[in-house]
C-alpha cells in the first residue's frame, strides 16, 4: 500500500468524469470504481464497457466486484471469482470484492454484507479469488450484524489467510446508515489484529478531517478513504495535503469546477447516465454554494444536460447580478 489517500466506491459518483475532476486537482492515491455487478460483467450488458474504464490512472484505479453466491452453492462457480479473473486482465491497480454493502436489494440477492454471515464462505469465495488473481486482492466490509469486534476479527483473519492483502473497513454494522457516527476505534483496533493494511472509510468531513485520520501521533500515515466528502470537494485530497507541512492555502473555483464536471461526463460516460449522473453530482456539490438547496430544486427538474448547465451557469449570473444591485443600493 504506498498512498494514504483514497477515493471510495460509490454508485453513481466514483465514474471515471469525478476520476478526471480530482486529477485535475492533483489527484489522491487511489481510486475504487463504483461497484461492477459480477453478473452484468459476465453476462456482456451493454453499459459493462463504462464501468470498467479504468481511466484516466489505470495504475491507481481499483475494480470492485459485487455479487452472491453460485446458484448451485459451488464456491468455483460463484460469479465474482471468474468475473475477477475477467478484471485481472484489464490494467488495473487492484481488485475489491464488496462484502459491505448494505442496500436491501443487494443483500437480498446473497451479495455485499450478506457474505458477513458467514465466515467459512467468505473465505472460501476470497481463496477462489486469489486462484484466478495475480494483482493485489481486497475487501471492503463493516463491522457486520452485531456490534461483535471478536467476530469481526475472525472475520478477517480468515480473509487474510485467505489471500487478501488489504481490508477497507466502513465501520458501521450492516444495519446503520449514516445517521450513526462510523466507530474509528474498530479501525485503530484491527489495525492492531491484522498483518495486512487495514484502511479507515466513514465520515470524512473536511480536509483537517482527513489529514487528521491518516496522519498518526508518531507521525506515521495510515490510509484513508474518503466518499461523499470527496463529490462535495473534489479538491478534498490537494487540501489535505496542504494542511499538512507546509501549510498553503488553497482555493478553489466552484462555477468552472461545476462546469468542468458537466464537460467531463459528457466526454467519460454514455449519454443514458448524463442525466442521472449530474444530479446525483450536484446533489452534494451544491452543498458548496449559499443557496445550494435551492440549485440543487432547479437542477432536479432538469432532463437534459444542457438543462442542467443551463441552471449552473445562471445560478452565478443571478448572484453577480445580486452583489451588483447590493453595491448599487449602497452607494
Keep these: 500500500?504506498?498512498?494514504?489517500?483514497?477515493?471510495?466506491?460509490?454508485?453513481?459518483?466514483?465514474?471515471?468524469?469525478?476520476?478526471?475532476l480530482i486529477e485535475g486537482f492533483g489527484g489522491c492515491d487511489e481510486y475504487f470504481t463504483e461497484m461492477i455487478s459480477a453478473g452484468g460483467l459476465l453476462a456482456g450488458g451493454p453499459f459493462e464497457k463504462w464501468y470498467i474504464d479504468a481511466g484516466p490512472k489505470p495504475e491507481k484505479t481499483v475494480f470492485q466486484l459485487v455479487g452472491g453466491p453460485s446458484p448451485c452453492k459451488e464456491i468455483l462457480l460463484t460469479p465474482i471469482i471468474k468475473a475477477a479473473g475477467v478484471l485481472d486482465r484489464l490494467d488495473c491497480a487492484g481488485i475489491d470484492i464488496n462484502m459491505?454493502?448494505?442496500?436491501?436489494?443487494?443483500?437480498?440477492n446473497g451479495a455485499g454484507a450478506a457474505w458477513m454471515a458467514d465466515i467459512d464462505r467468505a473465505g472460501e469465495l476470497i481463496c477462489g479469488v486469489r486462484a484466478v488473481v495475480k494483482?493485489?486482492?481486497?475487501v471492503k466490509l463493516r463491522i457486520g450484524y452485531s456490534d461483535d469486534f471478536e467476530y469481526l476479527v475472525r472475520f478477517c483473519r480468515r480473509l487474510e489467510s485467505a489471500g487478501a492483502e488489504l481490508i477497507t473497513l466502513h465501520p458501521r454494522l450492516v444495519t446503520e446508515k449514516f445517521k450513526r457516527c462510523a466507530r474509528w476505534d474498530y479501525v485503530d483496533r484491527l489495525r492492531q489484529e491484522l498483518k495486512i493494511p487495514v484502511v479507515g472509510n466513514g465520515d470524512i468531513a473536511d480536509a483537517k478531517d482527513l489529514a487528521m485520520r491518516a496522519l498518526t501521533p508518531?507521525?506515521?500515515?495510515?490510509p484513508v478513504m474518503v466518499g461523499r466528502a470527496a463529490v462535495r470537494r473534489p479538491w478534498i485530497f490537494a487540501q489535505a495535503k496542504a494542511v499538512l507541512p507546509p501549510n498553503t492555502s488553497?482555493?478553489?473555483?466552484?462555477?468552472e469546477t461545476g462546469l468542468r464536471f458537466l464537460e467531463l461526463l459528457a466526454r467519460c460516460q454514455p449519454p443514458e447516465f448524463h442525466v442521472s449522473r449530474a444530479k446525483r453530482f450536484f446533489?452534494?456539490?451544491?452543498?458548496?454554494?449559499?443557496?445550494?438547496?435551492?440549485?440543487?430544486?432547479k437542477i432536479n427538474r432538469e432532463e437534459t444536460l444542457m438543462g442542467i448547465e443551463r441552471v449552473w451557469r445562471g445560478y452565478f449570473i443571478e448572484q453577480d447580478q445580486h452583489k451588483k444591485n447590493e453595491a448599487d443600493s449602497g452607494q
Excluded: Q
Design 250 to 255: 488553497f482555493v478553489p473555483n466552484i462555477e
Design 283 to 297: 446533489g452534494f456539490f451544491c452543498d458548496n454554494l449559499k443557496w445550494g438547496n435551492y440549485l440543487k430544486n
Design 135 to 138: 494483482r493485489r486482492l481486497s
Design 218 to 222: 508518531t507521525g506515521s500515515f495510515v
Design 1 to 20: 500500500m504506498s498512498g494514504y489517500f483514497i477515493l471510495a466506491p460509490m454508485a453513481e459518483l466514483s465514474h471515471r468524469a469525478l476520476r478526471e
Design 100 to 108: 459491505g454493502c448494505s442496500a436491501p436489494i443487494i443483500r437480498k
